[in-house]
């Protein structure tokens, strides 16, 4: 059974790597409070987040004309430890709730195929 892990509202949003160059393993992590999570994901993963991530908030901000400009909130986007991750990421989608007003990130655990005997 697939396990729901909600972190809502995210404290801690972050893509990070370990490892030397050619050899890296992409994480995506979250945290709520004291609840850490750690995912592993592919790099053209992290790539397609970031990119949508951004269109997302470009979107938003066209959309929203009347909200105030604020100044950046920089805050250390370093991976967190323990990095235990809990799988590794197969599907994941990106979107805005308009009711919590909140962007949503969902990740889908990569789920292997049976072989043939």
């Known amino acids: 059974m697939a396990r729901h892990i909600e972190l809502n509202p995210v404290s801690h949003l972050t893509i990070g790597t370990i490892g030397p160059p050619g050899q890296r393993t992409f994480y995506l992590q979250g945290s709520k409070g004291s609840n850490l999570v750690s995912l ?12 949508s991530l951004e269109t997302l908030l470009e979107e938003l901000d066209e959309n ?3 909200a105030e400009e604020r ?3 920089w ?8 990095i235990e991750p809990l799988f590794r990421v197969g ?3 990106l979107g805005f709730n308009d009711e919590s007003n909140r962007i949503v990130v969902v990740a889908y655990e990569l789920v292997e195929e049976e072989e043939e005997p």
């Open 40 to 51: 592993i994901i592919e790099k053209q993963q992290a790539a397609m987040l970031a990119s």
């Open 64 to 66: 929203s004309p009347t």
């Open 71 to 73: 100044d950046p909130v």
């Open 75 to 82: 805050t250390d986007v370093r991976l967190r430890e323990p």
């Open 91 to 93: 599907n994941m989608g």
